[in-house]
């Protein structure tokens, strides 16, 4: 316990209270389909994906070993730097959850560490070929495979059914997106869960609680599962509504087809250690669910802000993840709390702002728009 500082148990805390946006921020990533569709009743839904979450954060820990071992030099991490990293995810997750933008969870933690760790230690902290490897490149494969994956799905789907009962076959898919959907949500434990337990398990490595390459002990493993879960229960209905009915207009084969697609890779990318992002990964499914099925219709709007976000998230955790580096570097245990107090404020005003278009279980299929501001206002919408 010598090695638990206020600085240490401050990150510690930290850490769980991202991995509790990137529960709510990420329930769209297995639930928003079999909402959309109806194959699941909305608490119901986040409910079965809580519980799932939770228990897949126990199955592996590839992910978080690169995490805690990977991207950046553990001997030139400090509990500091790893804090402000997690302001800077945190802040973009909030930010993405209230324009209903199902951007990147994953590359908001890369981006905040990667940023703090080089205004704090220097590019040299930062193992940039792995960030290639691990990040950047599943990145850019993992959203094309899921979607062809989908594509493909989709078309035999309608193709083998063709000839049956419009109401039998939905029924039928209906039953399978329960099942696929229930493993995206058990996907998602095996890979989100595992970045915090990674990030705590850097910081406890860095404080010299555990030694170099050290894997997550049981407790943080819990924390980390119990903390998206909840979070995941949650429900985060903005960016479930865009997902659902923001990027084309999913039926229940469709549904089925992405959340299988989905399962696949992140599952496969988990055993390998490649710490993707589940949210491009589940988006680049739909889209290609969409694409599958004859006349149906994509919004391309939709889909290109989502990837302008996609792009524009690990440089802009990376920004606030140096700024709140360099305060926290110099002002030690009071810059720490100054970064803390502005971060507060900052999640306060955007959870304010939510509440003026609320979007919540009773609503979340009543439109594909999200706004944030009132109706008499002008809308900034996230669908065409």
Known sequence: MDHITFLVAVVIVTALAFDFTNGFHDTANAMATSIATGALRPRTAVLISGVL???????????????????????????????????????????????????????????????????????????????????????????????????????????????????????????GQIASASLVSLAHGTNDA?????????????????????????????????AIGLGTYLGGWRIIRTMGKGLTDIQSPQGFAAEAASTTVILTSAHLGFALSTTQVCSGGILGAGLGRRLAEVRWGTAGRMVVAWLVTLPAAALVGGLSASVVTHGGNFGTVVIALLALAVATFIVVMSRRNPVHASNVNETHEVSVRGAASTQVSTAA
Do not use: C
Not at 125 to 147: T, Y
């Open 194 to 226: 595992q970045k915090t337990m990674g990030v705590i398990t850097l910081t406890l490595i860095s404080a010299g609680a555990l030694g170099h390459d050290a894997g997550p002990p049981l407790w943080v493993i819990a924390s980390a599962g119990l």
């Open 53 to 175: 979450n939770v228990v897949g954060a126990f199955l592996s820990t590839e992910v978080a070993k690169t995490i805690s071992g990977g991207i950046v030099d553990d001997t030139l991490v400090t509990p500091g730097m790893i804090f402000a990293g997690l302001v800077g995810a945190i802040l973009w997750n909030l930010a993405t959850w209230l324009l209903g933008l199902p951007s990147s969870s994953s590359h908001a933690l890369f981006g905040g560490l990667i940023g703090a760790v080089w205004v704090g230690a220097g590019e040299h902290g930062v193992h940039f070929d792995k960030v290639v490897e691990k990040v950047l490149l599943p990145a850019v494969a993992s959203p094309l495979i899921a979607g062809v994956a989908a594509l493909i799905a989709t078309y035999l789907a309608y193709r083998i059914t063709a000839r049956a009962r419009q109401k039998t076959v939905t029924k039928g898919f209906r039953l």
